[in-house]
């Protein structure tokens, strides 16, 4: 298989199972700590959803062209870590920019980097590094040949 056509496969599973991991993270400690993952109402109700999308964006797009050459796992994991968070944190600055049209640009850019260096912007580089791990380990299979699972009614009786 072409090995630009897997790394497509692989990174849009990727971020599906990233954009489910922050979604459930983010559940999580807003749950047990009892916080609000923007706390600022000035901020308005989009500019979470908005960076996390722009995370996941970013983490497809990392992840489809770091992995091309699977076997560096490292570039891929540190790229994607890093290509998530700058994503977020530039969205809420804008996102926030856009919400509170009274506030000025100090105030947007302190509000994106309060998020990005916060407990809901922390948990999306370390989520997409884990995610991106995974996904290289799957591409790795892929290039050496693995073939996919069958169900029980899909293998041949040989078998």
Do not use: Q
Request: charged letters at 15%.
């Amino acid at each position: 298989m072409d090995p630009r056509r897997t790394a497509w496969i692989v990174a849009s599973f990727a971020a599906a199972l990233d954009l489910a991991l922050v979604v459930c993270a983010y559940g999580f400690v807003s749950l047990l700590g009892g916080i609000e993952v923007i706390a600022d109402p000035a901020a308005g109700r989009f500019v979470a959803p908005a960076a996390v999308g722009a995370s996941v964006v970013a983490l497809l797009l990392t992840l489809a062209g770091t992995l091309r050459r699977p076997d560096r796992m490292s570039p891929s994991v540190v790229i994607s870590a890093a290509c998530t968070w700058l994503a977020a944190v530039v969205v809420a600055i804008i996102g926030y920019a856009i919400a509170s049209a009274s506030s000025t640009l100090l105030a947007a850019l302190l509000f994106g980097l309060g998020f990005g260096i916060g407990w809901f912007g922390l948990l999306i580089p370390a989520l997409a590094a884990l995610t991106a791990s995974f996904a290289v380990l799957v591409a790795r299979g892929r290039d050496a040949g693995m073939a996919r699972p069958r169900w029980p009614w899909e293998r041949d009786e040989d078998e």
